[in-house]
Every structure is written in structure tokens, then in C-alpha cells.
């Protein structure tokens, strides 16, 4: 005990101390991940642009050796290349596939050394979304330059991030170290003028004892002192603790004598327990009989005479939660006069920083979802440009077989891929006024739901209108549809699914309600995480992509267990406000 008090800063010097360095590392923190993503950016353009020399040198060996090949011929050299031409020494193409400028189309690499090859791009003047490489090669009249630009789309995009984030990285920085220099020394003011008054009051105790421990023994000093009240005083010092802290406190108080009576409870404890928890002079298991988790760790208190602080308490069967601390009130001698409760009610609090941590990791995914896309995509284009080249000269039918079979798993790593850009990237909001049950009906009339009857249930009379944007909705719907639909045939049902919707004072809701085997709790909290699914042969994607969609447009999707069996998935969308327009998506 003596070593850990000895190592204690006080809580001045530690926010003087470890405030600053705390913010020192987290500034060095932001600059090396910064770095880390540069450093992968500018490897990734130098690996784009061997690729595009390899491709222009592999071209220029051939038509050394071959000589100008015919323009049927020069098309098929790197069908894989975005734009490829033969130019001569003046930049003017003597073949040409793909290339969309005009003039001189050397220009960007006037300058460089001409017996080599060079590449270039992306760049924001010359070269915007490509990289391009140019190789020299010997023709029949003279030199002559093979050019080959590769899409590179992405890259530009990543240099764009590179840049903005330096400029972000720098700003909040810069930030960090205002509010060290202008605000952590106002931080302490308050602290050390109690601290001085303490002192003041126990003159050469805080020698001897931690600066905090010193704080709270003058506290409880100072409550102790209640019970002797001056003389011709006529409140009693409970009432008179509560007069002072009650009304002020955003927080539930409760005070117990040393038998664990019920002296005083506050209005906001009042609110939070109910009503019966207000009668004065009740016993602990009488005021909180409703509440068991509530009492047992109260209970502890007054059992052990020991202080919590912070504990976290189920309230209502576990739809609500209270942070809880308690504290015994001591004489000067030690002994328990009673005993101050204070709790408050953390349930929105958790609900929030669960939600701000969940987005949070669905931007980190989509971002990698979004590079292995790109990178798929690629392969794709790759494979499929050489299975037309086999399919051309098949050996036998065997080899036929084989390249219709690749084709069909093309084709499905052609879905998987758009289900990963769907995610990463779902596009621009093109917000309009709708009527949410026009977008029930459509998501109802899929034919991929064939064979599972769908019940949609609304009040024509409903005002069900809200501001977004049909196809990115209709979709969030179609993705909730398809996993109760899949949540039927599991069980062997084919339905009904069905579709309420409902309209309340703030918000308009979308219910989907399934009559499948239900969803495990532990599984349940997960399934809005990417590539989390509760079947073997699912993505997990589906209800991801789903929640983005909804978040996007300031909603929220939840699953809930439905009362009779099965699973229900509740969308809430504000009531909608005037105006519409588009809204970019930030990835």
C-alpha cells in the first residue's frame, strides 16, 4: 500500500503529467498510422506502374521483332490494358485502342530519358485516373513508343484520402495541443480550490494521506458533524443533507439510517424506482422488493459496512441500467451513522456508445471490403479475358466442359463481389418524400421470395411518409425479407411473413416478423457486424449492408425475438421534414 501511494502523481500532477502525454501519444499515434497508410499508397502506385512497364516493354519486344502488327492483331497484344497505342517520335499514333486524347500523346513524359521506359499517374492534370507507361521500340521508318494506360480509378482516390487526411491529421493535432496549453490548467482550478478550503479545515493531515483520501475523509467528516447540529439547531442532520444535495442532484439519492431504514429519496430516485420506494422509515427489503439486483448489492453494503463505486446494476428485468455507488456515513470514532446511495439511470448512455462503437467498426469494414473489392475485381477482368481466349481453340470436349465450369464460378464471385461493393459503397442517397408502405410492396413482390407467402399489413389511413431513397430502401427491405424467408425453409414452413407497418409521434416503423426457429441472443447481438451469419452457406452481409442503408438516413434497425417464436426486425424512421435532395455517402 505504501509503494502504490508513494508512485500516486496527485491528481494535479497526473493531469498536468499524463493528460499532455496521454495527448503527446496519441498525436504520434495519428502520424504513424498516417505514414503506414502513405507509405502503402505510394507502393501500391509503384507496383501499378512496374505492372504498366512490364506490359508496354512486353509490347514494344514484340513489335521489334515482329514488326507493325495489323490493327486486328495490335487489339488482342494486352486485352487486360484500359488504352494502348503505337505512337511515333512525334506522339502521333500510328495504332491505336482506347486512347480518347488528342495531340501529342507523349507529352506527359517529354523530358525523360527516350531509350527507357517510364511510367506515370495517377495525376490530377495529365494523367487523372490512370497510370501510364511508355516504352521505346525500333519500326521500319525509325523509332517508335508503345504507350499503355491501366485504370487506376481507386489509386487517384486513395491519393485524394492521403492528402485530406494529412490535413486532418495536422489539424486535430494542432487542436490537441490548444486544448493542453489553454484548458488543462483550468481543468484543476475547481480541485484545488476544495483542496485548499480541506486544508484550511485540517490543517497538516494531507502530509500523511493520499490528496483524495484527504478530500473524502473531510467529506465524511463534514457529514458525521451533521449529527451533532449546533445548539438551538432544529433540523435533523439527514433532512438538512437532503434539502442541500436532493434538488440539485441530476441523479437518485437515497439515505438509510444504520438499521437500513429508508430516510430520504429524491425526486429523480423516486422516478427511477417508483413510487413505492418513497416511504420514509420502510425497511431496505420493503422499498426495493421490485428491484432484487438493486437491493442484494445494497445489501452488501450494509452487510459488509464496505463502499462501491461504479458498479452497474440491472433494473427491470435488464431493460434498464443503473451506474450504483454507496457509501457508509461515519462518526468521528469510526462508527456507521448510516448510509448514502447515489445512482443513475446509464441506459441511453450505453445504449450510444454501443451504437457510436458499431458504426465505427462498420466504416473500418467497409473501407477494407472496398480494397478487397477492387482487388477481386481486377482478377476478375483477368480470368475472364483469357477464358475467351481458351474458348476460342478448345483441344476436346473435355477442356469445353472445364472452361463452362471456371465460367460458372466466375459468375459467382461476380455476386459476391457487387454484395462486398454494396456494402463498402452503397451509393449516393437521392433523398425524395415516399410513402414507406409503396416500398413494403415492391420488396413483398420479389421473385426470389416465390414460394414464401408475404403479408403486408398497414391503416390506409397511415400518414407512412418519410424522406430517402427508394432503391437503396428497397433493398434494406429485400435483404430483411430474404433472411426470414431463409429462417422459414429452415423450419419447413413456407410462411406467411409479415409486413406491419405503423406510425407513431416521432417515427415511422417497418415490421418483419418470422415464424422460424428464433435467433440465440449471443448470436442476435452480433448479426449486424459484417461477415457475421447465423447460416452455414451465408455471406453476412445481408443485414450489414441493411442497417448502413438505414442509418444512412438517420434510422434504426434492431431484431427482437417475436413473442409467439421466431424473429422479428423493426426499422425506425423519422417522420419526414420538408425539402429532399442528395446526400453523398461517406465511406
Not at 502513405?38 to 512490364?54: C, K, S, W
Not at 434498464?320 to 461515519?330: I, Q, S, Y
Request: aromatic share 4%.
Amino acid at each position: 500500500m505504501k509503494i502504490a501511494r508513494a508512485l500516486r502523481l496527485g491528481p494535479r500532477r497526473e493531469v498536468l503529467f499524463l493528460l499532455p502525454a496521454a495527448l503527446f501519444l496519441l498525436a504520434l499515434l495519428s502520424i504513424f498510422t498516417l505514414r503506414l497508410y502513405r507509405n502503402a499508397v505510394v507502393e501500391f502506385t509503384e507496383e501499378r506502374r512496374r505492372e504498366a512497364i512490364a506490359a508496354a516493354e512486353r509490347i514494344a519486344s514484340a513489335v521489334a521483332t515482329s514488326g507493325l502488327p495489323s490493327a486486328t492483331d495490335f487489339e488482342w497484344l494486352a486485352p487486360q490494358v484500359a488504352r494502348l497505342a503505337l505512337l511515333d517520335r512525334r506522339g502521333q499514333p500510328l495504332l491505336e485502342r482506347g486512347l480518347a486524347a488528342t495531340g501529342d500523346r507523349l507529352e506527359p513524359f517529354r523530358g525523360l530519358d527516350p531509350g527507357r521506359a517510364h511510367a506515370l499517374g495517377p495525376d490530377e492534370l495529365t494523367l487523372p485516373n490512370v497510370v501510364a507507361a511508355v516504352a521505346p521500340t525500333l519500326g521500319p521508318s525509325g523509332p517508335l513508343y508503345v504507350r499503355v494506360d491501366l485504370r487506376a480509378a481507386h489509386l487517384a482516390t486513395e491519393h485524394k484520402r492521403v492528402r485530406l487526411l494529412t490535413w486532418l491529421v495536422i489539424g486535430v493535432n494542432t487542436g490537441l495541443l490548444l486544448v493542453v496549453v489553454l484548458f488543462v490548467r483550468s481543468l484543476i482550478v475547481p480541485y484545488e480550490a476544495m483542496l485548499a478550503r480541506a486544508r484550511e479545515a485540517h490543517p497538516g493531515e494531507i502530509a500523511e494521506a493520499d490528496e483524495l483520501e484527504f478530500l473524502v475523509g473531510t467529506f465524511e467528516r463534514a457529514l458525521g458533524a451533521l449529527n451533532q447540529p449546533p445548539a438551538g439547531a432544529v433540523e435533523d442532520d439527514i433532512a438538512a443533507l437532503e434539502r442541500t444535495l436532493g434538488p440539485s442532484l441530476e441523479s437518485g439519492l437515497l439515505v438509510l439510517d444504520r438499521q437500513a431504514r429508508l430516510l430520504s429519496l429524491n425526486s429523480v430516485g423516486a422516478t427511477l424506482l417508483g413510487d413505492r420506494a418513497r416511504a420514509n422509515g420502510s425497511s431496505l427489503e420493503e422499498a426495493l422488493g421490485d428491484h432484487p439486483e438493486l437491493l442484494a448489492a445494497i445489501r452488501e453494503v450494509v452487510d459488509t459496512e464496505q463502499a462501491i463505486h461504479r458498479r452497474e446494476i440491472g433494473l427491470a428485468a435488464g431493460e434498464r441500467t443503473l451506474g450504483l455507488t454507496a457509501h457508509p456515513l461515519r462518526r468521528d470514532d469510526g462508527t456507521v451513522r448510516g448510509f448514502l446511495v447515489l445512482f443513475a439511470d446509464l441506459t441511453e448512455a450505453r445504449r450510444r456508445a454501443e451504437e457510436d462503437q458499431l458504426a465505427t467498426s462498420l466504416a473500418q469494414v467497409g473501407e477494407l471490403a472496398a480494397g478487397v473489392a477492387h482487388e477481386m475485381r481486377n482478377s476478375l477482368a483477368t480470368l475472364k479475358g483469357y477464358l475467351r481466349l481458351v474458348e476460342k481453340a478448345p483441344d476436346d470436349e473435355s477442356i469445353t466442359d472445364y472452361l463452362g465450369e471456371i465460367d460458372r464460378e466466375t459468375e459467382h464471385l461476380q455476386r459476391v463481389l457487387e454484395d462486398f461493393l454494396s456494402f463498402a459503397r452503397p451509393g449516393t442517397t437521392r433523398l425524395e418524400t415516399l410513402d414507406l408502405s409503396t416500398i413494403a410492396a415492391r420488396a413483398a413482390a420479389d421473385p426470389a421470395l416465390t414460394g414464401i407467402q408475404v403479408e403486408v399489413q398497414c391503416d390506409r389511413d397511415l400518414d407512412l411518409t418519410i424522406q430517402g431513397d427508394p432503391q437503396l430502401l428497397e433493398r434494406a427491405v429485400r435483404n430483411l425479407l430474404h433472411n426470414a424467408a431463409e429462417a422459414e425453409r429452415r423450419t419447413g414452413k413456407n410462411g406467411p411473413l409479415t409486413v406491419e407497418l405503423r406510425r407513431g409521434p416521432e417515427a415511422v416503423s417497418l415490421l418483419v416478423e418470422d415464424r422460424g426457429s428464433g435467433v440465440p441472443e449471443e448470436v442476435r447481438k452480433r448479426l449486424f457486424r459484417p461477415f457475421t451469419t447465423g447460416r452455414a452457406d451465408g455471406v453476412g452481409l445481408g443485414l450489414a449492408l441493411a442497417r448502413r442503408i438505414v442509418d444512412l438516413h438517420g434510422g434504426r434497425l434492431s431484431l427482437e425475438p417475436r413473442p409467439l417464436g421466431g424473429t422479428r426486425a423493426v426499422i425506425e424512421f423519422p417522420v419526414a421534414a420538408k425539402g429532399s435532395g442528395e446526400t453523398p455517402v461517406l465511406g
